[in-house]
C-alpha cells in the first residue's frame, strides 16, 4: 500500500443475538454507503448468559461473507466491556480458541471499552493478531489513567518481551466523520467505526450514511484485511509510552 490516503470502516458488534440490530447491521454491510467492506467486530456470545451459540455462529459466517469479521472482546459482560478484575489476557486467549474451534480463524481485535494493557497486547501479538484498539481520539467516559493505548498513525507497538504487534487505529467516530464533511481528513489511513446499536437511531443512522458516502469520496476504499495483508508501517512505538 504505497503511499495512497486510505480509510477502513469497523463495526463494534455488541448485539449479534438481537434481531432488529443484527438486521439493521447486515442491511448495512450487504450495502455499504461509500462502497466500503465494514468490518464486524463480533463480541462473541456469553454462553454462561444464557446467548445461543448455534444462533450466533450462523450471523458470525454471515457478517465473514460481507466482510473481515475480527474479535471484540467484552471483558465483564454484554453490556460492560472493560475487565473489573480477573485475568483479561486470559479472556482474550480464551476466545480465540473458542473461536478457532469453531473453525474461525481470526486474526482482527478491538478491545471493548478500548481496553489495553500489556499482557492483552502480548497475547495478541502472540496469537498474530492485528489491533484496532488504539484510539487517535480521547474515548470521554473514560477516566484519567484508565488503560488504553494512544495512537494517530498504524505502527508497529513494540512489547517488553521483543514481539511487535501491528496497531491499525481507530481514529474516527461517527461525530468525527460528520466534523470532517468540514475539515480535511488527516493520516494515511481513516479508521472509522460504529457500533451496531446506534443503527437504532435514525439520526445517527443518517449521520453514518452520509460520512461514509463522503469519506468514500474523500478516500480510497479498502478494508482491514487488506491493510493488515499489505501495510507495512514505518514507525514502531514503544509500548512503555504508548499509554494515556
Ligand atoms: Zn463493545
Redesign the pocket.
Known amino acids: 500500500m504505497p503511499g495512497g490516503r486510505y480509510a477502513v470502516v469497523s463495526c ?1 458488534v ?1 448485539r449479534p443475538l438481537d434481531d432488529e440490530v443484527w438486521e439493521l447491521f447486515a442491511a448495512l454491510q450487504a450495502r455499504p454507503p461509500g462502497g466500503f467492506r465494514i468490518a464486524a467486530l463480533m ?1 462473541p456470545p456469553d454462553t454462561a448468559a444464557g446467548e445461543d451459540e448455534i444462533l450466533w455462529l450462523g450471523r458470525a459466517r454471515a457478517a465473514a461473507e460481507n466482510g473481515p469479521l475480527g474479535l ?1 472482546t ?1 471483558w465483564t459482560a454484554p453490556d460492560h ?1 472493560r475487565p473489573t478484575g480477573s485475568d483479561p489476557a486470559a479472556r482474550v486467549r480464551e476466545h480465540a480458541a473458542w473461536l478457532a474451534a469453531r473453525g474461525f480463524e481470526l486474526s482482527l481485535f478491538c478491545g ?2 478500548w481496553y489495553m494493557d500489556a499482557a492483552v497486547a502480548e497475547t495478541l501479538a502472540e496469537l498474530r493478531f492485528t489491533d484496532c484498539t488504539a484510539t487517535a481520539f480521547r474515548p470521554r467516559y473514560l477516566p484519567e489513567g484508565a488503560p488504553r493505548l494512544e495512537a494517530r498513525e498504524p505502527c508497529y507497538v513494540q512489547l517488553p518481551s521483543g514481539r511487535s504487534l501491528l496497531e491499525v487505529p481507530t481514529t474516527h467516530s461517527i461525530g468525527m466523520l460528520a466534523r470532517g464533511l468540514l475539515a480535511p481528513y488527516r493520516g494515511q489511513i481513516v479508521h472509522a467505526y460504529f ?1 451496531d446499536t446506534d443503527l437504532l437511531d435514525a439520526k445517527r443512522r443518517t449521520a453514518l450514511s452520509l460520512g461514509l458516502t463522503f469519506l468514500g469520496m474523500k478516500r480510497w476504499q479498502t478494508d482491514l484485511e487488506q491493510v493488515q495483508r499489505g501495510l507495512r508501517p514505518a514507525k514502531t512505538m514503544s509500548f512503555a509510552n504508548s499509554g494515556p
Do not use: I, L, N
Request: aromatic content about 0%; glycine content about 22%.
Open positions: 463494534h455488541e463480541r471484540h467484552h466491556a471493548g471499552g457500533h
